[in-house]
Protein backbone atom coordinates (compact mmCIF):
# COMPACT_ATOMS: atom_id res chain seq x y z
CA UNK A 1 0.00 0.00 0.00
CA UNK A 2 1.58 3.62 -0.52
CA UNK A 3 2.75 5.21 2.23
CA UNK A 4 0.28 8.29 3.65
CA UNK A 5 0.61 11.66 2.88
CA UNK A 6 1.72 12.05 6.62
CA UNK A 7 4.59 9.43 5.85
CA UNK A 8 5.81 10.74 3.14
CA UNK A 9 6.22 14.26 4.91
CA UNK A 10 7.91 12.32 7.38
CA UNK A 11 10.23 11.11 4.74
CA UNK A 12 10.74 14.59 3.44
CA UNK A 13 12.02 15.55 6.94
CA UNK A 14 15.36 13.74 6.34
CA UNK A 15 18.00 14.45 3.64
CA UNK A 16 18.94 10.92 1.52
CA UNK A 17 22.15 9.92 3.29
CA UNK A 18 19.96 9.52 6.46
CA UNK A 19 17.54 7.56 4.48
CA UNK A 20 20.30 5.44 2.78
CA UNK A 21 21.55 5.11 6.52
CA UNK A 22 18.68 3.88 8.00
CA UNK A 23 17.75 1.10 5.23
CA UNK A 24 20.89 -0.31 6.60
CA UNK A 25 19.52 -0.84 9.68
CA UNK A 26 17.02 -3.54 8.52
CA UNK A 27 20.08 -5.59 6.51
CA UNK A 28 17.61 -5.95 3.59
CA UNK A 29 20.09 -5.00 0.97
CA UNK A 30 23.91 -5.07 0.42
CA UNK A 31 24.97 -1.40 1.72
CA UNK A 32 26.43 -0.75 -2.17
CA UNK A 33 22.92 -1.53 -3.31
CA UNK A 34 19.95 0.82 -3.88
CA UNK A 35 20.84 4.16 -5.39
CA UNK A 36 22.33 5.86 -8.37
CA UNK A 37 25.46 6.48 -9.62
CA UNK A 38 26.74 9.95 -9.55
CA UNK A 39 26.11 10.10 -13.15
CA UNK A 40 22.57 11.29 -11.98
CA UNK A 41 23.16 14.70 -11.00
CA UNK A 42 20.62 16.68 -8.84
CA UNK A 43 20.10 20.27 -11.21
CA UNK A 44 17.99 21.91 -7.95
CA UNK A 45 19.78 21.04 -4.87
CA UNK A 46 18.15 23.90 -3.07
CA UNK A 47 14.35 22.66 -3.43
CA UNK A 48 15.17 19.85 -0.82
CA UNK A 49 14.60 15.89 -0.56
CA UNK A 50 12.05 14.73 -3.85
CA UNK A 51 9.81 11.84 -2.42
CA UNK A 52 7.36 9.96 -4.74
CA UNK A 53 6.62 6.84 -6.51
CA UNK A 54 8.56 5.90 -10.04
CA UNK A 55 6.23 6.06 -13.27
CA UNK A 56 8.65 4.17 -15.86
CA UNK A 57 8.97 5.05 -19.60
CA UNK A 58 11.94 4.77 -22.92
CA UNK A 59 12.32 7.30 -25.28
CA UNK A 60 14.49 8.57 -28.20
CA UNK A 61 15.49 11.29 -29.49
CA UNK A 62 18.32 11.48 -32.17
CA UNK A 63 15.36 10.31 -34.92
CA UNK A 64 12.11 10.85 -35.95
CA UNK A 65 9.80 7.78 -35.03
CA UNK A 66 8.90 5.29 -37.73
CA UNK A 67 5.12 5.98 -38.81
CA UNK A 68 2.82 3.70 -37.11
CA UNK A 69 5.04 3.49 -34.00
CA UNK A 70 4.23 6.25 -31.61
CA UNK A 71 2.76 5.68 -28.39
CA UNK A 72 -0.79 7.08 -27.64
CA UNK A 73 -0.33 10.10 -25.32
CA UNK A 74 -3.71 9.57 -23.81
CA UNK A 75 -2.51 6.16 -23.01
CA UNK A 76 0.51 7.29 -21.20
CA UNK A 77 -1.57 10.11 -19.15
CA UNK A 78 -4.20 7.82 -18.27
CA UNK A 79 -1.00 5.39 -16.90
CA UNK A 80 0.37 8.28 -15.04
CA UNK A 81 -2.81 9.00 -13.43
CA UNK A 82 -3.23 5.66 -12.44
CA UNK A 83 -0.09 5.13 -10.22
CA UNK A 84 0.58 6.28 -6.50
CA UNK A 85 0.90 10.00 -5.79
CA UNK A 86 3.28 11.79 -5.83
CA UNK A 87 5.11 10.33 -8.98
CA UNK A 88 8.34 11.16 -10.28
CA UNK A 89 8.88 10.52 -13.91
CA UNK A 90 11.59 7.87 -14.78
CA UNK A 91 12.69 8.11 -18.26
CA UNK A 92 15.14 5.75 -19.61
CA UNK A 93 17.14 7.69 -23.00
CA UNK A 94 17.44 4.70 -25.59
CA UNK A 95 19.89 7.06 -27.70
CA UNK A 96 23.23 5.89 -27.43
CA UNK A 97 24.47 9.48 -26.70
CA UNK A 98 21.64 11.81 -25.25
CA UNK A 99 20.74 14.72 -28.43
CA UNK A 100 17.24 15.82 -26.96
CA UNK A 101 15.09 16.76 -23.65
CA UNK A 102 12.18 14.47 -23.08
CA UNK A 103 11.28 17.63 -20.62
CA UNK A 104 11.51 20.80 -20.10
CA UNK A 105 9.37 23.29 -19.02
CA UNK A 106 5.80 22.27 -21.06
CA UNK A 107 6.45 18.58 -19.96
CA UNK A 108 7.12 20.20 -16.05
CA UNK A 109 3.97 21.67 -16.26
CA UNK A 110 1.78 19.17 -18.02
CA UNK A 111 3.17 16.22 -15.31
CA UNK A 112 2.86 18.76 -12.43
CA UNK A 113 -1.07 18.31 -13.44
CA UNK A 114 -0.56 15.26 -13.33
CA UNK A 115 0.38 14.93 -10.10
CA UNK A 116 4.36 14.97 -10.41
CA UNK A 117 6.75 16.09 -8.15
CA UNK A 118 10.14 15.52 -10.30
CA UNK A 119 11.92 13.26 -13.20
CA UNK A 120 14.80 11.42 -13.53
CA UNK A 121 16.95 10.24 -16.65
CA UNK A 122 19.74 8.98 -17.81
CA UNK A 123 19.70 11.39 -20.29
CA UNK A 124 19.28 15.30 -20.64
CA UNK A 125 17.28 17.72 -19.21
CA UNK A 126 16.28 21.69 -20.60
CA UNK A 127 14.60 25.12 -19.39
CA UNK A 128 16.51 24.80 -15.91
CA UNK A 129 15.06 28.09 -14.82
CA UNK A 130 11.99 27.67 -15.49
CA UNK A 131 11.62 24.11 -13.87
CA UNK A 132 13.35 25.40 -10.84
CA UNK A 133 11.02 28.35 -10.39
CA UNK A 134 7.97 25.83 -10.64
CA UNK A 135 9.52 23.58 -7.93
CA UNK A 136 9.69 20.37 -10.41
CA UNK A 137 12.69 18.20 -9.46
CA UNK A 138 15.42 17.25 -11.91
CA UNK A 139 17.48 14.77 -11.75
CA UNK A 140 19.64 13.90 -14.93
CA UNK A 141 22.80 12.83 -16.76
CA UNK A 142 23.52 15.86 -18.48
CA UNK A 143 21.58 19.09 -19.69
CA UNK A 144 20.51 19.74 -23.35
CA UNK A 145 19.80 22.48 -25.29
CA UNK A 146 17.17 20.84 -27.51
CA UNK A 147 14.13 18.20 -27.63
CA UNK A 148 15.09 17.11 -30.83
CA UNK A 149 12.94 14.28 -32.36
CA UNK A 150 12.12 13.50 -28.79
CA UNK A 151 8.99 10.90 -28.58
CA UNK A 152 7.95 8.14 -26.10
CA UNK A 153 9.32 4.50 -26.98
CA UNK A 154 7.04 2.75 -24.40
CA UNK A 155 6.07 3.10 -20.68
CA UNK A 156 5.10 0.60 -17.85
CA UNK A 157 7.74 -0.98 -17.75
CA UNK A 158 11.08 -1.75 -15.66
CA UNK A 159 14.00 1.01 -16.82
CA UNK A 160 17.70 0.67 -16.39
CA UNK A 161 19.09 4.25 -15.50
CA UNK A 162 22.99 4.17 -15.51
CA UNK A 163 22.90 0.80 -14.13
CA UNK A 164 20.03 0.91 -11.65
CA UNK A 165 17.12 -0.95 -12.86
CA UNK A 166 13.62 0.98 -11.52
CA UNK A 167 10.37 -0.57 -11.51
CA UNK A 168 6.70 1.30 -12.08
CA UNK A 169 5.46 1.93 -8.49
CA UNK A 170 9.15 1.81 -7.14
CA UNK A 171 9.28 4.03 -3.73
CA UNK A 172 12.25 7.14 -4.31
CA UNK A 173 14.01 9.25 -1.78
CA UNK A 174 16.26 12.11 -3.67
CA UNK A 175 18.22 15.34 -2.79
CA UNK A 176 21.03 16.72 -3.91
CA UNK A 177 23.41 14.22 -2.58
CA UNK A 178 21.69 11.78 -5.55
CA UNK A 179 18.82 9.26 -5.36
CA UNK A 180 17.54 6.33 -3.05
CA UNK A 181 15.05 3.53 -3.58
CA UNK A 182 13.22 2.86 -0.58
CA UNK A 183 11.94 -1.05 -0.48
CA UNK A 184 8.16 -1.45 0.32
CA UNK A 185 8.50 -3.66 3.19
CA UNK A 186 10.24 -1.16 5.17
CA UNK A 187 9.03 2.48 3.96
CA UNK A 188 6.29 2.81 6.75
CA UNK A 189 9.44 2.03 9.15
CA UNK A 190 11.94 4.17 7.50
CA UNK A 191 11.26 7.25 9.06
CA UNK A 192 11.51 6.17 12.65
CA UNK A 193 14.88 4.57 11.52
CA UNK A 194 16.09 7.68 10.37
CA UNK A 195 15.42 9.46 13.77
CA UNK A 196 16.88 6.34 15.53
CA UNK A 197 19.78 6.44 13.39
CA UNK A 198 20.36 10.47 13.97
CA UNK A 199 20.50 9.70 18.04
CA UNK A 200 23.07 7.51 17.26
CA UNK A 201 24.88 9.87 15.74
CA UNK A 202 24.30 12.86 17.95
CA UNK A 203 26.76 12.29 21.08
CA UNK A 204 29.72 11.68 18.20
CA UNK A 205 28.50 14.99 16.42
CA UNK A 206 28.40 16.72 19.91
CA UNK A 207 31.61 15.98 21.09
CA UNK A 208 33.67 16.94 17.42
CA UNK A 209 31.89 20.19 18.40
CA UNK A 210 33.06 20.57 22.10
CA UNK A 211 36.36 21.76 23.56
CA UNK A 212 36.66 18.71 25.41
CA UNK A 213 37.44 16.57 22.48
CA UNK A 214 39.94 14.28 22.78
CA UNK A 215 40.95 11.00 19.99
CA UNK A 216 40.26 8.68 23.63
CA UNK A 217 37.08 10.08 24.23
CA UNK A 218 36.02 9.55 19.94
CA UNK A 219 37.34 5.89 20.50
CA UNK A 220 35.09 5.81 23.53
CA UNK A 221 31.91 7.20 21.85
CA UNK A 222 32.25 5.34 18.58
CA UNK A 223 32.40 2.19 20.47
CA UNK A 224 29.08 3.05 22.34
CA UNK A 225 27.42 4.47 18.76
CA UNK A 226 28.76 0.96 17.19
CA UNK A 227 27.34 -1.61 20.34
CA UNK A 228 24.35 0.71 20.11
CA UNK A 229 23.89 0.63 16.24
CA UNK A 230 24.19 -3.11 16.15
CA UNK A 231 21.35 -3.45 19.03
CA UNK A 232 19.30 -0.98 16.62
CA UNK A 233 19.61 -2.61 13.70
CA UNK A 234 18.90 -5.91 15.51
CA UNK A 235 15.62 -4.24 16.49
CA UNK A 236 14.67 -2.76 12.87
CA UNK A 237 15.53 -6.27 10.92
CA UNK A 238 13.02 -8.26 13.12
CA UNK A 239 10.41 -5.55 12.03
CA UNK A 240 11.11 -6.35 7.94
Known amino acids: ?6 QLDELRRFSTPTVSNAIEMFKIRKNSEGFMSPDIVCR ?5 PMVGYAVTATFRAREEPRKGTGVDMSAY ?6 RPAPRVIVAQDLDELPVGALFGEVQA ?5 LGCVGHITN ?5 LDECD ?7 SGSI ?12 GKPVNVRGTILHPGDLIHADKHGVCLIPHSIASKVAAACKAME ?7 ELSRSSDFTPSKLAAARATMKEKLEKESERFAQKR
Open 1 to 6: MPLTPT
Open 199 to 205: ALEHPVI
Open 133 to 139: RIGFHYF
Open 77 to 82: YEHVLS
Open 109 to 113: LIHKA
Open 44 to 48: FPDLG
Open 123 to 127: GGVRD
Open 144 to 155: LVSHAYVHLEGF
